[in-house]
């Protein structure tokens, strides 16, 4: 079975006492709403609405185009008022759906239905989750239904539900599976019918008592799912990391979860496939964690996928003065942004507001001491993977595994020179990739 821990490791200051015993406040939105047609890991969905049409609630505005893609639903009703790019968390410039909110919300014929997953096929199960929407809601946004439709599902023996939530300053799963967490298991008993040979395992950081609490007693009658209560340490929510610590099986990058027989989903995707499948509800809305010494009133929002983040800064009463830092997602392995003019996707978990870039300071010759090296969870050595990459000798680098590399950000995190090592090795091991996709073409 699983382990009690995995090599490597730190532990950052959490944070998470700003927000953590604050209830969820429910966010409406004020303004248009923009809704990028990449939200997800793969190919863009493809917009099927126009400029002038009104849609619903629920309606589907952007069609998956391709087999690793995501439908993207409206969460308001209203008009489409334009199709252009605009901004997201990547500073990429993506192609937009935006909508004028008439503040309605009138609903497609069906929305919030009920439904007996229990009568309902894998095919019709799969296809609400895919018809919702739903993509990794921890970060990645990889297409849900494809993740529940592996090449042999026979071979699926666990289904692990993540909610470690080992990111400094995020709670927005926390609070999830303190106000909901019916909803989560729902979503995992979904799951679990269709894998006839799985068990389900909930892992929860040690941290996190209450919610240790209340699904061990949500599933103490039932044999097939266990709450597995993992160490608090970071990066402790990495798919590599959970699946060693719950099963004992070991992942690299050529492999998925599904080819070590495990499926691997975040507490926030449950309960959207529990939502899709069983209350024909459609992924509109998110629970996002606004936090960070700069803002005024830290604590977490329901709100509706398409809303801008400026709203959600202004509704936490505001920062106390300008941050010097934004980072959407954790501190750890989120995006640094110069604006918050952008609007909530699938995959955004988080506003945090700094006072000080910590990382902004000047970088000094490397010791030796190799604290890189220790703290790497996949027992890599970062900093000579650096160097490989600093001086482009990318055939030494891929002999060092530089493409296990996770992008945890543990080695730069505890490293006495201040090196840049997590952004050098990832930039290395991009190129790398690209490189090999340009000679496949």
Known sequence: MGK??????????????????????????????????????????????????????????????????????????????AIE???????????????????????????????????????????????????????????????????????????????????????SDYRLMIEEPEKIVGGLKIILSLFKNAKGIIAIEDNKPEAIKKFQELVSADSNIEVHIVKTKYPQGGERQLVYVTTGRKLNSKKLPADVGCVVNNVATAAAVYMAVAKSTPLTNRIVTISGDAVNNPQNFDVLIGTNFGEIVEAADGFKQQPEKIVFGGPM?????????????????????????????????????????????LQLVPVQLAILGA??????????????????????????????LTQQILQTKNQVLANRRKAKA
Do not use: W
């Open 391 to 420: 001086h482009n000798d990318e055939e030494r680098f891929v002999k060092m595994d530089g493409l296990e590399c996770c992008g945890c950000g543990s080695c730069s995190y505890i490293c006495p020179a201040r090196k840049g």
């Open 333 to 377: 392995m989120g995006m640094a942004m110069y604006t918050y003019n952008i609007s909530v996707t699938k995959t955004t978990s988080s506003l945090l507001g700094f006072l000080v870039d910590e990382a902004a300071v000047e970088e000094s010759p490397c010791i030796r001491c190799g604290r890189c090296t220790e703290v790497c969870p």
């Open 4 to 81: 009690s821990t995995f090599m490597g490791g730190i532990h950052p200051y959490e944070g998470k006492e700003l927000t953590m015993d604050k209830p969820t406040t429910v966010l409406l939105p004020k303004g248009e709403l923009v809704f990028p047609m990449s939200q997800h890991i793969g190919a863009p969905a493809k917009p099927v609405v126009a400029v002038g049409d009104y849609v619903l609630v629920g309606q589907k505005i952007g069609e998956a185009d391709g087999y690793i893609s995501s439908n993207v639903i409206s969460s308001v009703s209203g008009t489409v008022k």
């Open 85 to 171: 790019k605009r901004l997201v968390v990547t500073g990429k410039l993506v192609e937009s759906i935006v909508i004028e909110n008439d503040h309605e919300y009138k609903k497609i014929e069906g929305y919030g239905k009920e439904r007996d997953y229990k009568k309902m096929s894998k095919q019709e199960i799969r296809e609400a989750v895919k018809e919702a929407g739903i993509v990794g809601l921890g970060g990645a946004g990889f297409p849900t239904n494809v993740k529940l439709a592996p090449k042999d599902e026979d071979a699926i023996d666990y289904v692990i539900i993540n909610g470690a939530e080992c990111e400094p300053y995020l709670t």
